[in-house]
């Protein structure tokens, strides 16, 4: 199937003005993520959608791909949406790839097209199992209730699913848990869904957007990722994806 990925890039954030653009091994975040992904052997195209200038003259400078949004738009899946509107060729998967997962490769990506299940599933995302407590309760990383069939049946920012009659720290001996990674891999037609669709209760509730479609009753197929990605959201993320890059020179 024909598959683009696309690249959301924000140049304001709250934590990390100016993330895309922070430098690491010399070269600006976005642009590292973008030669990562590039060398996917499955993706037939790979872009950048950003909403600022400055940006946008970087990824001149490298000869990357991009289409400049509006900085109005209110989430990466509604930007990445508009971009491949914008690009007017069609395209059976369409891969939203965060800008801030430097650590994300093509093969990560290859497997996610390649062991996505199109027939009973609308979106494929990665999960990866949560290892101490203070992941477990942290509630910056999404949890995933996964069912039979590896089908999402609920994200939320706390433990799921709630273990009764035990206390939490002897959670994680009786229960694996998933943490979610915010790849996703949509049919098109799921993409277009979401961005005409209004937010939801729970969705706004949760502050996470992937619940739109699952309240809507889109399947998500969870597909494991037996490694650690970090994201940067902060700096201080951004200095630990340099020790463990240079760690591996």
């Keep these: 199937m024909k598959s683009i990925a696309i690249i959301p890039a924000r140049y304001s954030s709250s934590r990390f003005p100016g993330k895309p653009l922070a430098e690491i091994n010399g070269l600006p975040m976005v642009v590292l993520v973008w030669e990562n992904i590039r060398k996917s052997q499955l993706i037939d195209n790979v872009l950048v959608a950003t909403d600022d200038e400055r940006i946008a003259h970087i990824l001149n400078k490298y000869h990357i791909p991009f ?3 509006n900085p109005q738009i209110p989430t990466g899946t509604d930007r990445i949406f508009n971009a491949y509107k914008q690009i007017k060729e069609e395209f059976d998967i369409i891969i939203n790839v ?3 997962e430097p650590l994300l490769s093509g093969s990560d990506l290859d497997n996610l097209i390649d062991n996505f299940n ?3 599933f609308d ?4 999960i990866s199992p949560i290892g101490s407590l203070e992941e ?3 509630p910056n990383n999404v949890k995933v209730a996964v069912g039979e069939n590896s089908r999402a049946l609920y994200f939320s920012r706390s433990a799921i699913p709630h273990l009764r009659d035990l206390e939490m720290e002897e959670w994680l001996r009786k229960q694996t848990y998933w943490k979610h990674i915010g790849i996703y891999a949509y049919k098109a037609k799921a993409l277009e869904f979401f961005v005409k669709t209004a937010q939801t209760k729970i969705e706004l509730s949760e502050k996470l957007e992937q619940l739109r479609l699952l309240e ?6 969870c ?3 037996n490694r650690k990605l970090i994201g940067v959201d902060t700096p201080e993320d951004l200095e630990k994806i340099k020790v463990l890059l240079n760690k591996k020179k």
Excluded at 216 to 221: K, N, R, T
Aim: glycine content about 8%; proline content about 4%; aromatic content about 12%.
């Design 98 to 100: 965060q800008g801030d």
């Design 216 to 221: 809507h009753g889109y399947h998500f197929q």
């Design 223 to 225: 597909i494991p990722l």
């Design 123 to 126: 979106v494929a995302t990665f």
């Design 136 to 138: 477990l309760i942290n």
């Design 118 to 120: 199109v027939r009973e």
């Design 67 to 69: 289409v400049l949004t």
